[in-house]
């Protein structure tokens, strides 16, 4: 997995996708497994890439909506796309720009 380009990922927040991303240094490889199912399960609606940056080991972003977790846990995931996908200034665009660009869900 490569990490999102900030650009495309930006414009899919405005279309409603949910980004998910970890910090590869703060979660194990089962943990990003599991993550990479759950956004097989939402493939129309996330993002799911690789954050050094972030000082969670997980965050989810949607437009103007963060949450970080410390560890995975897979209801909280669902809850946080079902609830927010779509949830922006252009909900339901779905453009393929992102994941073609190497950052969509795997």
């Given at each position: 997995?490569?990490?999102?380009?900030?650009?495309?990922?930006?414009?899919?927040?405005?279309?409603?996708?949910?980004?998910?991303?970890?910090?590869?240094?703060?979660?194990?490889?089962g943990?990003?497994?599991?993550?990479?199912?759950?956004?097989?399960?939402?493939?129309?609606?996330?993002?799911?890439?690789?954050?050094?940056?972030?000082?969670?080991?997980?965050?989810?972003?949607?437009?103007?909506?963060?949450?970080?977790?410390?560890?995975?846990?897979?209801?909280?995931?669902?809850?946080?796309?079902?609830?927010?996908?779509?949830?922006?200034?252009?909900?339901?665009?779905?453009?393929v720009?992102?994941?073609?660009?190497?950052?969509?869900?795997?």
């Open positions: 997995q490569t990490c999102a380009l900030p650009i495309y990922t930006i414009h899919s927040l405005e279309h409603g996708i949910v980004w998910i991303s970890y910090n590869p240094d703060k979660v194990d490889q943990t990003i497994d599991k993550l990479a199912a759950v956004a097989r399960k939402y493939s129309n609606d996330t993002i799911l890439s690789p954050r050094p940056q972030n000082s969670a080991p997980i965050s989810l972003v949607s437009w103007d909506r963060r949450l970080n977790l410390d560890k995975l846990d897979e209801s909280t995931v669902k809850k946080f796309i079902e609830t927010n996908r779509n949830r922006s200034p252009e909900p339901g665009v779905r453009d720009a992102p994941m073609q660009n190497g950052s969509g869900s795997q």
